[in-house]
Structure formats: structure tokens, C-alpha cells
Nanobody, 121 residues
Framework: QVQLVESGGGLVQAGGSLRLSCAAS????????MDWYRQAPGKQRELVAT???????NYADSVKGRFTISRDNAKNTVYLQMNSLKPEDTAVYYC???????????????WGQGTLVTVSS
């Protein structure tokens, strides 16, 4: 069974930094694009950052210049380095894989369970 497991969330003061990790486990052939989403209380889930299998990245305007997404394909892991955190970054952060191939042709779309980030003012 393939799953995504996030870690690295926690409580941090405004201006601080956190690094989130998301590791895919199971029998994996390859993974294409991966994202980080977040959902604040009472708000819709929003896309934070995307990285392709080749390393191209895209960011929400609200986090550009502060967050960096990266990945280690050998470890099937994606990271989100979050700097200069603001109280409005408080949310549950979810890892998402567009297509996790467990054979050359068969794939699944998978979400992680989420990790809570709380930024205090």
C-alpha cells in the first residue's frame, strides 16, 4: 500500500522557520508532480507550492520568496522550507502526489494525512 506521511509541523513564533517533509512509502515505481496544500480553520484548501519530477517549481503569491519546495527523487520525499513565517500561515499542511506509479502504467493520486503548523504572533 502506497502512502504519504508528513512530518515537521509544530508551533513557531512569527518570523521563525519550519521544514516540512513528506515521504512516500510502499512499492513505488515513480512519482510525477507533487504539491503542498494548506487549509486554515474555516477556509478552503489552497495550493501552496508545486514541484515537477524534473524540479520545476511554482508558488502561491502569498508564499513567494519565503517558502521553498524541493524533492529527493531517490528517497521519494518532498520538502517545504518555510521561512519568515506569519500568523496567517497557520494551517494544516497537506502533501499531494498527482500520480504515484506502482507499475510503469498503473498509478494513484494520493494525499497525506496533514501536519499542523501554528505561527504565534
Amino acid at each position: 500500500q502506497v502512502q504519504l506521511v508528513e512530518s515537521g509541523g509544530g508551533l513557531v513564533q512569527a518570523g521563525g522557520s519550519l521544514r516540512l517533509s513528506c515521504a512516500a512509502s510502499g512499492s513505488i515505481f515513480s512519482i510525477n508532480a507533487m504539491d503542498w496544500y494548506r487549509q486554515a480553520p474555516g477556509k478552503q484548501r489552497e495550493l501552496v507550492a508545486t514541484i515537477t519530477s524534473g524540479g520545476s517549481t511554482n508558488y502561491a503569491d502569498s508564499v513567494k520568496g519565503r517558502f521553498t519546495i524541493s524533492r529527493d527523487n531517490a528517497k521519494n520525499t518532498v520538502y517545504l522550507q518555510m521561512n519568515s513565517l506569519k500568523p496567517e500561515d497557520t494551517a494544516v499542511y497537506y502533501c499531494h502526489a498527482h500520480k504515484v506509479y506502482f507499475t510503469p502504467l498503473a498509478y494513484l493520486e494520493i494525499w497525506g494525512q496533514g501536519t499542523l503548523v501554528t505561527v504565534s504572533s
